[in-house]
C-alpha cells in the first residue's frame, strides 16, 4: 500500500514538472524572430567589413578559388559546387555570381553575362563561363592567413572571411535589405580609393565620394560621408546635338536605358515635356537620341527631363556592415580606415609567416650541412643505433657543440628529416651552392625584417603597386558636379488650358464654355485678385470656387519680384480711397489675402497686372460734391513707391469716385535685371553668384564663344544651358572690339583679327575661325590692349627667339569674316598671353533698403514703416508745392492732408 502512495506521488510530480516547463506561443514566436533576424542580416543581407562580402559571394570566390586551375569554368559547374557550402537553390547563386561578373574585379568573364545599362540579363549558367582574376588571385586569397570553419553539412571547410588586402566593399558597393534594417553603399574610384587608403597610413583624413560604372554627373555635396540622412543626386548626361536633337550619352546610376526611355514616354503623355520621337542606338556605349517638337526649347526640354523623367535620380545611402558578428552603422571614410588597417595586419602576418617559413629554411639548410660536412652519418654510434630513439640520443650528443647556431632547438622530427634524406642527396651535397643559397635566404630574411620594422612604408607600396599593376582604364566615370535645382513649374510645358467664370467665381481647366485665360501646366499655381480686394493662390484644377466678382486672374511665379501689381481701392468704413503699388512674393496656398484696410464693404476700384513694373497714368473722376472745384484729376503709378502686399497704400482721396479710366500705358520703372554666371553650376542667376555679366533689360543677349571658334548669342532667361567647352561669356555689345588669334588649317599659319561680333539670331552658331581641317582658335580677348609673349623658331636655323607682341598694334579692326594677319613671319612654337588692359566692370555693391514715409500722404496699416517690396525700386520723390487757393485743400479727421 505505501508502495502505491509513493508511486502516485512520483508521477504528480512528474507532471508539475511539465507545467513549469511549458512555454508560451508568444515566447516562442519572440525567439524565433530573434533567431530569423539574426540569421538574415548575418548570413544573407549585410556584407562584412573586412573583406566587404555576403555569405553567398564569398562561397562563390572560393569555389572559384577551390576549381580554379587557369582556365575558364562553366558558370554551372561553379555553382553546383558552391551549394557545397551555400545551403540554398542554384538560381541564387547564379544571380548573385552574375553581380560579381558584371562588376569587372574579381572575375574574368567569357560569353553574355548581361548589361546591367541596358538592364539585358544573362544568359544560362551553361553557355557562359567564369574564372578568377588576376587581381583577385592576387589580393583576396590566402590560405595562411585565412579563418576556417565548417560547412554547413560539417563535410567541407569555408573560409568565415576572405583575407582581402583592398577596400573591395567601397568599391563594388553593395546593397541588402534584412530583417529591422537595410544596407546601401554606393560604389567608389579604384584609383581614388586606393590614393586615400596611402592617405590613411599618412595620417591624411580621407574624404570619399561615390563613382559609378553607369558614368553621368554627381552631386555629392549632401552625401553625408554615406550615412543614414545623406543623399546623392545622380544625373544623366545629356548634349544638344542641335536645336531639335538631344543625346543622352550616360545614365545615372541605378536605371537602365529601358527605365530611363519608359519614363521620358510617361513624361511626354502626361504632358510634361513635348517629344516628337526617341530612339535607342544603344550598342558599347549608350546613346538615346531625343527629336523634339517644333517650337520646344532644348534647354527648357533638359530642365523638364531633369526633373520629370528618371534623367536625374536621387539616392540615399545606408552604409551598415557586419562588423564583430554584429550589424554597424558608419561613414565611408571611417570603413575605408579600417580597411587599410586591416590590410596593413593582413601584410604583417604575411610577413612574419614568411619570416617563420625563411628561419626554417635557413635552419635546415644549417642542420644538413652540419650533418654532412661533420660526417655525422659516418659516425659509428649514429650507424649502430638500433631505433629511432637510439639515432635521436646520439644526434643530440653530436649536435651538441653547435646549438648556438640554430635559432631554436632542435627536435625529433627534425632528425627525423635528415634520415629520411636519401643517402645519394648526401653524397652530392655541393656546400659551396648550399652557402649561396643560404646567403640568398639570410638577404631575403633581413629584407623581411626591414618590411616588418617599416611596415608602415611596406603598405604604402602595396596600395601603389596595385595601382600602377590595376589601376589602367580604373579612372573615375562620374563627373562631379554641383546642381542647381530645378523648379519643376519653370520647366513643365503649358499642357492645360484655364478657365474662368467671372461672375460665378469659378477657375479650372475643364470649364471650357467660360472665359478662356491662358495655357498652363497643371502643376501651375493661380493667382486670383476678386473686386472685394481680397487674393488667392490656389492649384490648377478641373474646377475650383475662389470666391464670386473675379478680376484677375494669372499664372503665380514664386518669388518674382518684377510683377507689380497697380490697385486702386475705397475702404469700407470710411469711404476714402487708397492707391498702392506691391508684389506678391511668398504666400500660402489657398489662403485669402486682403489688400486693403480690411474693413468690410471695402471695394477694388482699380486694377492692372504689370509683369516688368510698369506704372501707367490714370484718370480719376469724382462724384459731385459741393466742397469739390476739380472732380477729376490724373495719377501716375510711378510716384508710387512698391511695398508689400499688406502695406495700405497712400490716400488719393476721400470723396466717392465716379469711375477711373487709363490714360496712358506706362514704361518699366525697375531697373535692368541683374545677371550673373555660376561657373561651377553653369548657370545663370539673379543671386549675385559666380561672375557678374552686367544689367538686362529688353533684348539684351549674352554673347558665348567656344573654344572650337564658335560663338552664340542667347537670351538672358535663367534656364539657359551652356557647353563646358565655353570659354568666354558675357553682356553681348555690338559696339565692342574683340581679338582673337587663330590657327588656319589651310597656310599652317598663327593669325590675329580684331572685329566686332555680328548680330545674329538668338541660337545661331557661327565659326569666327577657319573652318579648315586642323585650324583651331588660340585666343580670345575683348580688352582694349593685349599683351602676348610669342615663342619662335628664327631663320633657316630655327634659333629660338622670344618676343612680346600688343595685338591691336598688328591689324585693324575688321569685318568678323576676315582672316586677319600673321602673327609672325616665323615658327611659332607658343602662345602666352601676358595683359589685358581694360576699363573694369565694377560689380554693383548690395543695395540697402531705406525705410521712408511721406508725412503728407501715406498712412500704415500699424506704427512701423515697411519697406520697399522691391530694393531696385527709387523711393517716393519729394514735392515742394505751394498753397494759393485754401479752397483745393482738405483736412481729413485723422489730420491728415488731401490735395486735389
Known sequence: MSEDLSNNDTSENKEDKKLHNVTSLGGLYENWFLDYASYVILDRAVPHLHDGLKPVQRRILHSLKEMDDGRF??????????????????????????QIGQKNLLIDCQGNWGDPVTGDSAAAPRYIEARLSKFANEVVFNPDTTEWQASYDGRNKEPITLPVKFPLLLAQGAEGIAVGLATKILP??????????????????????????????????????????GRVRVRAKITERDKKTLAITEIPFGTTTGSLIDSVISANDKGKIKIKKIEDNTARDVEIIIHLAPGISPDVTIDALYAFTDCEVSISPNTCVIQNDKPRFMSVNDMLTE?????????????????KELME????????????????????????????????????????????????EILAE???????KPMSSITRFDVKKADEQMKAIEAEIKEVKHHLKHLNDYAIAWFQKLKDKYGKDRERKTELRTFDKVEAAQVALANVKLYVNKVDGFIGSGLKKDEFVCDCSD???????????????????????????????????????????????????????????????????????????????????????????????????????????????????????????????????????????????????????????????????????????????????????????????????????????????????????????????????????????????????????????????????????????????????????????????????K?????????????????????????????????????????????????????????TEQPHKKVDFEITNPDDIDIDDDGQLDLF
Request: with cysteine.
Open 73 to 98: 569554368n562553366k558558370a554551372a559547374n561553379v555553382i553546383g559546387n558552391t551549394m557545397k557550402y551555400h545551403p540554398h537553390g542554384d538560381a541564387s547563386i547564379g544571380d548573385a555570381m552574375v
Open 188 to 229: 567608389h574610384n579604384f584609383i581614388e580609393l586606393i590614393n586615400a587608403s596611402i592617405g590613411v597610413l599618412q595620417d591624411i583624413k580621407p574624404n570619399l565620394v561615390p563613382d559609378f560604372f553607369t558614368g553621368g554627373m554627381a552631386d555629392c555635396s549632401a552625401y553625408n560621408e554615406g550615412q543614414r540622412g
Open 339 to 355: 580597411s587599410t588597417h586591416y590590410t596593413k595586419e593582413l601584410l604583417k602576418q604575411e610577413l612574419q609567416i614568411r619570416l
Open 361 to 408: 629554411k635557413i635552419f635546415f639548410s644549417s642542420l644538413l650541412k652540419i650533418f654532412i660536412q661533420e660526417g655525422m652519418y659516418k659516425h659509428p654510434d649514429y650507424e649502430g643505433a638500433g631505433n629511432f630513439e637510439g639515432v635521436v640520443e646520439v644526434l643530440n650528443r653530436l649536435f651538441t657543440p653547435f646549438f648556438s647556431q640554430f635559432y631554436r
Open 414 to 420: 627534425d632528425y627525423k628529416r635528415l634520415i629520411d
Open 523 to 813: 502643376i501651375d499655381e493661380i493667382i486670383v485678385f476678386r473686386a472685394d480686394g481680397k487674393c488667392i493662390i490656389t492649384k490648377v484644377q478641373d474646377k475650383v470656387f475662389v470666391g464670386k466678382e473675379i478680376e484677375h486672374v494669372a499664372v503665380f511665379k514664386k518669388n518674382d519680384e518684377r510683377t507689380v501689381y497697380n490697385m486702386v481701392y475705397k475702404d469700407g468704413q470710411s469711404g476714402v480711397s487708397y492707391i498702392k503699388r506691391f508684389s506678391v512674393v511668398g504666400v500660402t496656398r489657398d489662403k485669402e489675402y486682403d489688400l486693403t484696410k480690411g474693413t468690410k464693404g471695402s471695394k477694388m476700384l482699380y486694377f492692372s497686372a504689370n509683369p516688368n513694373g510698369e506704372a501707367e497714368v490714370v484718370n480719376i473722376q469724382l462724384k459731385p460734391h459741393s466742397k469739390l472745384r476739380k472732380v477729376q484729376f490724373d495719377e501716375d503709378f510711378a510716384t508710387i513707391a512698391i511695398k508689400g502686399r499688406n502695406s495700405m497704400g497712400n490716400i488719393i482721396t476721400k470723396y466717392p469716385v465716379k469711375k477711373i479710366s487709363l490714360k496712358s500705358k506706362g514704361v518699366s520703372t525697375l531697373s535692368g535685371r541683374k545677371i550673373w554666371y555660376d561657373a561651377i553650376l553653369k548657370r545663370l542667376n539673379a543671386d549675385g553668384r559666380g561672375k557678374y555679366l552686367g544689367e538686362f533689360d529688353g533684348d539684351d543677349r549674352i554673347l558665348t564663344v567656344l573654344n572650337n571658334g564658335i560663338y552664340e548669342l542667347t537670351s538672358f532667361d535663367l534656364n539657359n544651358h551652356f557647353d563646358d567647352k565655353m570659354t568666354l561669356i558675357e553682356k553681348y555689345d555690338p559696339e565692342k572690339v574683340y581679338s582673337v588669334v587663330h590657327y588656319d588649317g589651310k597656310s599652317k599659319n598663327y593669325m590675329v583679327k580684331r572685329f566686332m561680333f555680328e548680330n545674329t539670331a538668338i541660337g545661331k552658331q557661327t565659326s569666327i575661325i577657319s573652318e579648315e581641317s586642323g585650324s583651331k582658335m588660340t585666343l580670345i580677348s575683348g580688352a582694349s590692349q593685349i599683351m602676348v609673349k610669342v615663342d619662335q623658331l628664327k631663320g633657316k636655323t630655327e634659333i629660338p627667339e622670344t618676343i612680346e607682341v600688343e595685338l591691336s598694334a598688328l591689324i585693324d579692326v
Open 815 to 871: 569685318g568678323m569674316k576676315a582672316m586677319g594677319n600673321r602673327l609672325s613671319q616665323h615658327t611659332v612654337k607658343s602662345i602666352v598671353l601676358l595683359a589685358e588692359i581694360n576699363p573694369v566692370v565694377e560689380e554693383p555693391e548690395p543695395e540697402v533698403e531705406e525705410e521712408q514715409i511721406s508725412k503728407a500722404s501715406e498712412i500704415s496699416q500699424d506704427e512701423s514703416v515697411e519697406p520697399p517690396a522691391n530694393p
